[in-house]
């Protein structure tokens, strides 16, 4: 077997991904700047898309999943008298009519889809059925029944209007699409729409303000991008922590229970000496501390 390619690189880039990319190829563009053995993504864009994609390196990649979770916040773009096969700017033009959108009845519109609203997923989506991607039906045609899902959207608000074009500032649960959004919004107001363009800001905690592109990265030295990574609980920053002394935290290491009479939580963050991260706890009713998930490093 030969070597891993790439150095054991630990920690978070907040990547300001360009249109027409998958996230995949952002990441593995990254990776090779970065010369990183291991990394992984918190949740896709669509290639139309642009905007924050938190990426993760090394340990980082055993809190990926944490963020798929969280709330995103997106500026979206919507094209009314205009909708699409694929619901976005990307599919062909299936229908056009005049629009004369104004700006009351589309803040009237947006009310109604603010908080918890149901959506059918699109044909185009990763969604499966009978073990195929929806994706792969719809290009050939075919379109199945899909069931509606629940969705919360926190925020939906008008932030300009230009014509048969707004821009919307939307603050949504995981599973929404922005999309079907646009399509549902054209929908009521009777004129059909299309999402023409798609920026995440925001995915829980973290904000696009902290972001880097791809073309500001490859212009640094390798030293300054890996300057560029942030520290892995970043991921974890909504968790209460608690902090052990040094005999506690060699135990915790090797994976052993600890009864310290704690306040039950379902997940703590766990750190030794000098704020070091060592992983992911329970505390049960009985205030007995159990590791759930731990760092290479904290043994």
């Known amino acids: 077997m030969g070597r891993p390619k790439g150095d054991p690189v630990d920690g ?6 360009p249109a027409g990319i998958t996230s995949n190829t952002a990441l593995g563009k ?12 918190t949740g896709t864009l669509d290639p139309l898309a642009t905007g924050l994609l938190p990426l993760t390196f090394g340990e980082a990649t055993k809190f990926s999943a944490d963020l798929l979770e969280a ?11 205009v909708t699409t096969t694929t619901g976005d700017a990307e599919g062909e033009v299936t229908a056009k009519q005049t629009a004369n959108v104004d700006r009351a009845a589309l803040d009237a519109v947006l009310a109604q889809f603010t908080g918890h609203i149901e ?14 991607p929806l ?8 379109v199945v029944e899909r069931a509606p899902r629940p969705v919360r ?18 603050d949504c649960s995981k599973g929404t699409y922005v999309r079907v959004l646009a399509e549902d919004i054209g929908k009521r107001l009777g004129c059909g729409a299309h999402l023409s363009g798609l920026r995440r800001t925001r995915v829980g905690a973290l904000s696009l303000d902290r972001a880097i592109t791809l073309a500001d ?25 608690i902090e052990l002394d040094d005999a ?12 310290l009479a704690l306040r039950p939580a379902t997940r703590v963050r766990v750190y030794g000496r000098d704020a070091r991260l060592l992983g992911l706890a329970s505390i049960d009713e009985g205030g007995v501390l159990a590791p759930q998930r731990l760092l290479a490093a904290a043994a």
């Open 12 to 17: 978070v880039l907040l990547l300001d991904k």
């Open 30 to 41: 990254a990776r090779r700047l970065l010369g990183a053995r291991k990394a992984g993504h």
């Open 71 to 81: 709330d995103k916040g997106y500026e979206a773009r919507v094209h009314f008298g």
């Open 119 to 132: 959506q059918v997923p699109p044909m185009h989506s990763a969604l499966k059925r009978d073990g195929r």
């Open 135 to 142: 994706y792969q039906l719809a290009r050939r045609g075919e």
């Open 153 to 170: 959207i926190g925020r939906l608000e008008l932030q300009a209007l230009d014509g048969d074009e707004a821009v919307l500032t939307v």
């Open 217 to 241: 990265l490859e212009a640094l030295d390798l030293p300054a991008r890996r300057e560029r990574l942030l520290p892995l609980d970043l991921l974890l920053d909504s968790l209460p922590s």
């Open 248 to 259: 506690a935290a060699g135990r915790f290491a090797h994976g052993q229970r600890l009864a």
